[in-house]
Every structure is written in structure tokens, then in C-alpha cells.
């Protein structure tokens, strides 16, 4: 990817992020409230909905740090092994 993504991803991104944390700490009391009346069963639903895409994403998380740091194949993406050990590109 071009850095010159990255970087509007980070340029565009912090700000958006920003504004969605600020309009959600303004209407916090507003939103407890429309949490609060909801019935049981949808507070259950949502707090397992959470539960299973917070595991999604730390398997996830996981799976990448360990294929990031213990496996051949990501070190082979970029360097090229050979018996000499002189290819690295």
C-alpha cells in the first residue's frame, strides 16, 4: 500500500475518530438511557455480540502475531532464502 494512503488514512482518520468519541461522550446520558430501556434479552444479546467480535479480533490479533513473528512464509514474502544466505532483497 502507498504511504501516501497510510497517511491520509491517519490525516482523515484521527479527526473522524475524534468527533465520533466527542458525540458520543456529549450524548452519553441519552444513550444509557436508551440502553437502559431496553429489555434483558437485547442487553444479553448485545453484551455476547460484543463478547464474540472481541474474540474474533483477539484470535485474530493472535494468529497475526504469530504468523508475524514465528513463520517462515511472512520472512519469504520479502527476503529470499537461499543456500548461500546471500539473498536479501
Given at each position: 500500500?502507498?504511504?501516501?494512503?497510510?497517511?491520509?488514512?491517519?490525516?482523515i482518520g484521527g479527526p473522524v475518530?475524534?468527533?465520533?468519541?466527542?458525540?458520543?461522550?456529549?450524548?452519553?446520558?441519552?444513550?444509557?438511557?436508551?440502553?437502559?430501556?431496553?429489555?434483558?434479552?437485547?442487553?444479553?444479546?448485545?453484551?455476547?455480540?460484543?463478547?464474540?467480535?472481541?474474540?474474533?479480533?483477539?484470535?485474530?490479533?493472535?494468529?497475526?502475531?504469530n504468523y508475524l513473528m514465528h513463520?517462515?512464509?511472512?520472512?519469504?514474502?520479502?527476503?529470499?532464502?537461499?543456500t548461500l544466505g546471500t539473498g536479501?532483497?
Amino acid at each position: 500500500m502507498p504511504q501516501w494512503v497510510q497517511i491520509a488514512g491517519i490525516v482523515i482518520g484521527g479527526p473522524v475518530a475524534l468527533i465520533v468519541a466527542w458525540q458520543l461522550w456529549k450524548h452519553r446520558r441519552a444513550i444509557w438511557a436508551w440502553f437502559a430501556a431496553r429489555p434483558l434479552g437485547f442487553k444479553i444479546s448485545l453484551f455476547s455480540a460484543f463478547t464474540v467480535a472481541a474474540l474474533v479480533a483477539g484470535s485474530t490479533g493472535l494468529y497475526s502475531y504469530n504468523y508475524l513473528m514465528h513463520d517462515n512464509d511472512f520472512c519469504q514474502s520479502c527476503h529470499i532464502m537461499d543456500t548461500l544466505g546471500t539473498g536479501s532483497r
